[in-house]
């Protein structure tokens, strides 16, 4: 079988190298192209010597590359120089790189109204017209859509975590829709490589806190497909925490039941929906994110509250797996045909 | 000036050694005995070698003590051993040693009563009579009460940093009594010392959980200080997690504001009630656990939700030290008419 | 092709865990027994949650497992229990189940001589007559008896980062033989999932310690496989470090150069021996756990000293993969004519 | 009494933050100026929010400092800043500040020959005739110079870990000279608050390396004082390790006996030296982090090694604290003639 000719945009930081550790064993996929504009023509294994065993392209600028031998894009680039560069690609010379599929892992495809992106990211979004076209890259939820689309917008990390417990809810009217709170803690990677001082190690272990208290932008992407799910603008309580691990989400979920609901009833919900999901479960322990880490799997438990109509729902993934690149490739393999889970098949490193 | 003499019952234990960190830089405070059943015999710095550096008593065997030499008592026993041990030293005997003055770390004699006990703790409290006598010991609430009292029963680790921010707004109204939903983080350091497989380095490190999910024991105690502060019963959503880090506990709190109040009406208020406070800050940035750990302190912020009507209230204290023993010594600086905070102004060691 | 069935006896441990994550995606492996005595009867997944999402068999007493159906035999058991139960198997009933290829992971079969077992594990040593047969399982080494044993001692953890770089030395006698200092750390992963006080999460994290101080017996393992390539006994030093880290091992090794050699011949002489070898590279940055944790990779790198006749080499593997259960599947491949990488193909998960 | 008045030169790093930690709590000491060029205006808790809770001077540019209101300084400038910066206070104008007692924490004043100096720093010394003046600051090894003198170089955090055990034993000719290697591992903060992709969470996180293999700067400080002790030059290997944790030291340190001594000579040496000393303390048991995380306190294990005539000394020291902040304030209340363990007498936070 000929092998699926693959560039990374962006190769250098973590969900590039997510990307890398787990293209490397799939079988039908050959990574011709690492893009990485600051370290072009060095080998990757010179910035991250733990790559020394395999072989790998020489790292180029995107100017060197020639699209027209490529069959899939990953895009890790920052927000908003995604969105130039695709719109670049995609539209100018006649759409002549419009053969190229396109999973993008930035944010920038992910909010389908303009006025939405412009207020959560402060400016206008530059290429509005493939925008329109871009479908929001949530397998178990959007997997038609994905298999006939040219440019995906993968999720964020913790949309992730949130929209698989909660969009069959809503769908199904189970819980109220004024009512969710979500409690969201993400290990360090999340944070990507930038030389911020918040984010040493010194200033990080042995500590957590919550950031963006009220406003991350991650509520817009979630608000959004909620409210899809949901028929009608929902709002939500947001909080992310930062937490001294390397990966991982655990996002706590509050919600009421709508009225004659109880909590078998959003437990059927869930089980009935993931039932054949490979990727996502239901489990009657504790949720922890050493089950999933390292692996493109979900855990869910629903349990009751103290009170009597109250539900919290908790939710765990990998954030650079599940939550960005390991969702990039079950995006990709659901575009080209492949079995869902191809490279994606591995246990979690315990301990 | 006299020393006051103290003895320390569970000395074994973190809360205990953390009490020993505490009181060793206590000018006012003679470390006489230490009580460790199980280890009588041996000098602490045997087990502790962190303590070698320090003149400590032989650990003995708790009827190897004469308490009529002892002015004050810091229990640090399990729960259930510790309502049994102080009720026979205090009314056996013709309340033969009714002259001590006991600040219990434990869980036994914090509520109020009897059946909320039996509910939470599955058994009959064997000392109604005494608990009927002990004073809550939060001494920003109730400082009042506990210069009298002689049986103080410190506050649990999660309900001192949830009822340092809600007991004011309680008080006041400015929130709606059905709306409380906390969401907290511990260190493993509160799981104290026990073999337990949960708790091996492997298993935490590396990974966050939530557990007791609806039915963690400080429901009981977090409700009742509440429906105090409010006049009414209050019921709560509360969810612990557990921390890959060694100290700290951070709560993040989501209530809704009582019609006609704003975001400011509750900064003001918990500025206000903590304005002559040592140990609380309002804050305006990030409280962070980093910023109090292995100290006395509290840190706490109030912001606006997503929602209207929302706030979104992070506390952080150190479990060990204002979740335990460090508001052990604070309690007992209160009973014996010390400078409150003697012995417990330490900055936090960064990082 | 016809799948090799493979049981794994004491799949409860780490080792065990470690061989299911690596075994799932073997494409010439059904593991068709699962060995656990005292939790017989129920799921793995049951126990270990992050399974969930994998069909694995029931777990099994071991009298319980009808090894004529069972192709390849993984002991993950504690030592001496390892030796009581093969010599069972193999030689009990008329060698019945003679057929077996076993890879046995503890310490039983790698030690040679029976009065080095009994002075390093303190008591005779039950199935000497098997261990004659045993081949130290250092695949790099010794790839040819490998191929035709049918018992493989798998080497233990400290030992493999330890001999890897030193046997090629010693063979070609470019360093001498009374110089060698080892100075080895390793994640908590290496004491496996036993009940104590010291690897308990708030005991190890935030510390690092010496242990065993000249009297580990990985020592035993070492100087027979160094003395073998020496020609001639060899006495080492080694001081074994524990972390707080899950996995990974670095040992640092101070070595004099033998006369008339210079740091070139080293590094020459490791270039040279593993240019054809998958796992094992030589580096001139410095290794970091992080490069090969979660894989079957070992990293080298060797200096010059500030002395004029001394190098340092340090080594890292992760010592449940290359240390443990990896280095058992390299060896189950080589024994069954399988590439020596399959299944082992994993880039370390980064960060 | 009147109290010290006391700057800090640099009190934007970790030592810095150290040292305001512990002179919070100096019952002799008042905190009249912190300095920080880059952040002059701000008070120090806006940029670290731990220190709301305590009164300290808004920070301020070196320029508008009186220093003829200051007792004492605290250098925690990076080296080369150091040695300009105390040029110009004590020697310009007439030497109209020397009056100052200085500890200086960087390494400009350590190194006694400009030689040395210029061959580990790479630039020559800019201080000469101030060099020749300063006093090597290990109080346990130059109380009685350290009492004299205005200008004490405040020893490296690895050399303090090493010298403290190695000095004794080499003024009594126990050891070889030539034997010696060291193989220290440090925590993060060791490598301050600079912004380094290495130093972040996740590069950090999970993970130790060796570095600067052969060739730290530590090694001429070590290599410095050994020298002395012996009366010929020493010659040492060295080995530095950055460990995942934010605090402490532990150095492995095998050396040979010299003739006709036993491991006991050794130990005897050691504990006779160290008898009287408040922060020194031999041990039987094995040396830990935690035991002196925090404190000024240093922890030293001699033990036997494998081979005849060898022992392995562990030593474990907190680096921001004896090996650095701890350490000046002992030296400061040497200088003026307070018992050395004023403000420093508190016991580890364990765990």
Same mark, same amino acid.
């Given at each position: 079988? @000929?092998?699926?000719? #693959? &560039?990374?945009? $962006?190769? !250098?930081?973590?969900?590039? =190298?997510?990307?890398?550790?787990? /293209?490397?064993?799939?079988?039908?996929?050959?990574?011709?192209?690492?893009?990485?504009?600051?370290?072009?023509?060095?080998?990757?294994?010179?910035?991250?010597?733990?790559?020394?065993?395999?072989?790998?392209?020489?790292?180029?600028?995107?100017?060197?590359?020639?699209?027209?031998?490529?069959?899939?894009?990953?895009?890790?680039?920052?927000?908003?120089?995604?969105?130039?560069?695709?719109?670049?690609?995609?539209?100018?010379?006649?759409?002549?790189?419009?053969?190229?599929?396109?999973?993008?892992?930035?944010?920038?495809?992910?909010?389908?109204?303009?006025?939405?992106?412009?207020?959560?990211?402060?400016?206008?979004?530059?290429?509005?017209?493939?925008?329109?076209?871009?479908?929001?890259?949530?397998?178990?939820?959007?997997?038609?859509?994905?298999? @006939?689309?040219?440019? #995906? &917008?993968?999720? $964020?990390? !913790?949309?992730?975590?949130? =929209?698989?417990?909660?969009?069959? /809810?809503?769908?199904?009217?189970?819980?109220?829709?004024?009512?969710?709170?979500?409690?969201?803690?993400?290990?360090?990677?999340?944070?990507?490589?930038?030389?911020?001082?918040?984010?040493?190690?010194?200033?990080?272990?042995?500590?957590?806190?919550?950031?963006?208290?009220?406003?991350?932008?991650?509520?817009?992407?979630?608000?959004?497909?909620?409210?899809?799910?949901?028929?009608?603008?929902?709002?939500?309580?947001?909080?992310?925490?930062?937490?001294?691990?390397?990966?991982?989400?655990?996002?706590?979920?509050?919600?009421?039941?709508?009225?004659?609901?109880?909590?078998?009833?959003?437990?059927?919900?869930?089980?009935?929906?993931?039932?054949?999901?490979?990727?996502?479960?239901?489990?009657?322990?504790?949720?922890?994110?050493?089950?999933?880490?390292?692996?493109?799997?979900?855990?869910?438990?629903?349990?009751?509250?103290?009170?009597?109509?109250?539900?919290?729902?908790?939710?765990?993934?990998?954030?650079?797996?599940?939550?960005?690149?390991?969702?990039?490739?079950?995006?990709?393999?659901?575009?080209?045909?492949?079995?869902?889970?191809?490279?994606?098949?591995?246990?979690?490193?315990?301990?």
């Amino acid at each position: 079988m @000929k092998k699926i000719k #693959v &560039a990374i945009l $962006g190769a !250098y930081g973590y969900t590039g =190298l997510e990307l890398i550790r787990i /293209l490397i064993n799939h079988q039908f996929v050959e990574i011709v192209e690492l893009v990485a504009n600051s370290n072009a023509g060095q080998k990757i294994s010179q910035i991250f010597p733990h790559l020394n065993h395999f072989n790998l392209p020489v790292l180029k600028k995107i100017e060197d590359i020639d699209f027209s031998k490529i069959d899939a894009v990953f895009g890790c680039l920052p927000h908003t120089a995604s969105q130039a560069t695709f719109l670049d690609l995609l539209t100018k010379e006649n759409g002549k790189y419009s053969h190229l599929k396109i999973i993008d892992l930035s944010a920038d495809f992910r909010l389908e109204n303009p006025d939405d992106y412009k207020h959560w990211y402060e400016h206008d979004h530059l290429a509005i017209s493939l925008q329109k076209t871009a479908v929001y890259g949530l397998p178990e939820i959007n997997r038609n859509l994905i298999k @006939k689309s040219s440019l #995906v &917008a993968n999720p $964020g990390c !913790y949309p992730t975590s949130v =929209l698989l417990p909660l969009i069959p /809810l809503l769908r199904n009217q189970l819980i109220t829709v004024d009512s969710i709170i979500i409690d969201s803690k993400s290990g360090t990677s999340g944070a990507g490589r930038s030389l911020k001082t918040n984010n040493l190690f010194c200033e990080v272990n042995e500590s957590v806190k919550a950031y963006s208290v009220g406003k991350h932008r991650h509520i817009g992407e979630i608000e959004q497909e909620l409210s899809k799910a949901n028929g009608s603008k929902v709002l939500i309580e947001f909080t992310p925490h930062l937490l001294p691990i390397n990966r991982g989400i655990i996002s706590t979920i509050y919600v009421n039941f709508a009225k004659n609901y109880q909590i078998d009833d959003l437990q059927n919900c869930l089980n009935t929906f993931y039932d054949d999901e490979f990727f996502v479960t239901l489990t009657d322990s504790e949720p922890n994110i050493k089950n999933v880490a390292s692996t493109n799997l979900c855990e869910i438990s629903v349990k009751r509250g103290r009170k009597n109509n109250q539900a919290i729902i908790v939710s765990v993934i990998d954030n650079l797996c599940k939550g960005a690149s390991g969702q990039a490739v079950q995006n990709f393999n659901i575009m080209f045909g492949f079995d869902e889970n191809t490279a994606l098949k591995f246990a979690p490193t315990f301990p």
